[in-house]
């Protein structure tokens, strides 16, 4: 069975600091991960998808079949991106996203 | 921009009633999504649906059912509500089958009492 892990429900970093926030997958076969976001009293929103290989607002995740992670890093955290983090997993020809347990970003001054 | 909309921002109902929670989306998107959402448990999804009165479950469909008779429209039913079912339902939809974009409503938050 497909499963995200996020170990961390929190992480509280200070503004300027370089962010990485975990994810790790287990999957057998190819897989399509992605980062969704939820800022205070905002709908859920796609970050970024590893198939796009870009960066958004200077986020950026790559994905690592060897172990089996996609952590999503940014070398300097703003206030701005304190919000709730999802890792999702996408299986093969399966229609749905499998979410992780989230991450809380806090970023402070 | 796509534009999912969830019938009820808050809802309170007793334990046994019957809940609807609807949602319709403005795009023409083939598949739609029922998730909830709790603190420490991400997001479970409870059943899904490809296509006009198609359904899937997803990994929690028990005590929910859906229906599907418009493109547009999911909706969600507990049968009989219990408290357990206290949570924040996210409904999602996406144009295509490769899932390449989620789009999310904003939420309804159903107390059972």
């Known amino acids: 069975a497909q499963r995200v892990t996020q170990p961390e429900k929190l992480l509280s970093v200070f503004k300027g600091a370089p962010v990485e926030l975990k994810c790790n997958y287990s999957y057998s076969g190819s897989p399509e991960l992605f980062w969704y976001v939820q800022y205070s009293r905002q709908r859920l929103q796609l970050l970024l998808r590893h198939i796009s290989r870009e960066s958004i607002k200077g986020f950026t995740a790559d994905l690592n079949k060897g172990e089996t992670s996609f952590h999503l890093k940014k070398p300097f955290a703003q206030e701005e991106d304190s919000a709730m983090y999802y890792c999702?997993?996408?299986?093969?020809?399966?229609?749905?996203?499998?979410f992780g347990t989230g991450t809380r970003l806090q970023v402070t001054l | 921009d796509v534009k999912v909309t969830q019938s009820s921002r808050y809802l309170v109902k007793r334990t046994g009633e019957k809940v609807f929670l609807e949602c319709v989306q403005d795009?023409?998107?083939?598949?739609m999504f029922w998730y909830r959402q709790d603190p420490g448990l991400g997001l479970r999804l409870i059943y899904f649906s490809y296509d006009v009165k198609m359904k899937e479950k997803g990994d929690i469909p028990e005590g929910y059912s859906v229906s599907r008779e418009k493109k547009e429209r999911f909706s969600l039913i507990l049968e009989s509500a219990s408290t357990n079912q206290t949570s924040m339902y996210l409904c999602a939809s996406a144009k295509h089958r490769g899932l390449e974009k989620l789009f999310f409503g904003s939420g309804t938050q159903l107390s059972v009492l």
């Open positions: 795009m023409d998107h083939e598949n």
């Open positions: 999702a997993l996408k299986s093969g020809t399966a229609s749905k996203l499998t």
